[in-house]
């Protein structure tokens, strides 16, 4: 087992949650070998022709991430690991954080192609296509942007992949919507925090809406600019909203998410060309933060 590999415990969460057979009833080449190598070049962001022998072709390695990520397989995975942990009791809902984070797109990571790039159809999971492939331009260049909720332990529920110059609070209910754990007793999904946090970005009236719709409470404190377009509309305007500082400090614990996603040099810095794949990216490092606990 070669440096920051699967453990064995880890590999052994991950295992029954694998694919069992290649395409056209074939058996893919051993699991564990290839995902290393996903996971060496996501922890070190080497170029894939540059991946050590040990772990086979370059090109197999490649292929199987690339196809994981199209048909929708690494979300499987990462839903089916979370339901495992909800069923340990290790998913802490008491308090949910939303934030996002920029990441710089290498250079190799423009120029694709604008037409919907050609994937296996055996499967049914939506998939990550994007016709502006994620990426935006910036003061600092290309950029894409990673809008995620994080629960109490610090591990990713849901995440959503924008162009960079996309703003936080149009994204805060499509990420909240995939947030999906299965129960394994039958029971339905949960998608409710206890309790949820985010910044000041994420204060506007529809969010606002969709969270009293839900009976979910919150702590997002509301910028000064809205307090005072508030208060000449009177009992129209709406009561002020409450305000917990002991809760709010809790919000960092998505920003540690954040900090531990991009130790993932592949997910800090994006050389992905096509969106669905820098997806998948983003989602097999949200499994392994899944796995480590």
């Not at 060496?40 to 080497?46: N, P, S």
């Not at 999971?125 to 990426?135: A, F, K, N, S, Y």
Request: proline share 6%.
């Amino acid at each position: 087992m070669g440096r920051g590999d699967l453990t064995n415990s880890e590999w052994a969460r991950l295992l029954p949650h694998l694919p069992k057979t290649g395409g056209r009833g074939g058996r893919w080449v051993s699991h564990r070998k290839v995902i290393n190598g996903v996971l060496f070049r996501e922890r070190t962001g080497v170029p894939w022709r540059d991946l050590p022998t040990r772990f086979g072709k370059w090109k197999t390695v490649y292929e199987r991430h690339r196809r994981w990520s199209a048909d929708g397989t690494w979300e499987a995975i990462l839903h089916a690991v979370q339901a495992d942990a909800d069923a340990e009791g290790r998913i802490d809902w008491s308090m949910v954080s939303v934030d996002s984070t920029s990441c710089r797109a290498h250079q190799h990571a423009a120029g694709a192609r604008r037409n919907a790039p050609r994937v296996p159809k055996k499967r049914s999971r939506p998939r990550q296509h994007r016709p502006d492939e994620g990426l935006g331009r910036s003061r600092g260049g290309l950029t894409s942007k990673i809008h995620l909720a994080s629960e109490g332990e610090r591990r990713p529920l849901a995440f959503l992949v924008t162009p960079g110059q996309w703003g936080d609070a149009p994204q805060f209910i499509p990420v909240m919507e995939r947030i999906r754990v299965a129960r394994l007793e039958g029971r339905r999904p949960r998608t409710r925090p206890d309790h949820l946090g985010g910044d000041k970005a994420y204060s506007s009236r529809s969010n606002r809406r969709y969270l009293r719709r839900r009976q979910i409470k919150h702590t997002i404190p509301e910028p000064r600019d809205q307090r005072a377009n508030r208060r000449p509309r009177g009992s129209k305007g709406g009561r002020p909203t409450g305000f917990d500082k002991t809760i709010y400090k809790r919000r960092n614990e998505v920003e540690r998410t954040i900090n531990a996603l991009k130790n993932f040099r592949a997910v800090a810095t994006r050389y992905d060309k096509r969106a669905y794949v820098f997806h998948g990216t983003v989602t097999f490092a949200a499994i392994r933060l899944w796995l480590r606990t």
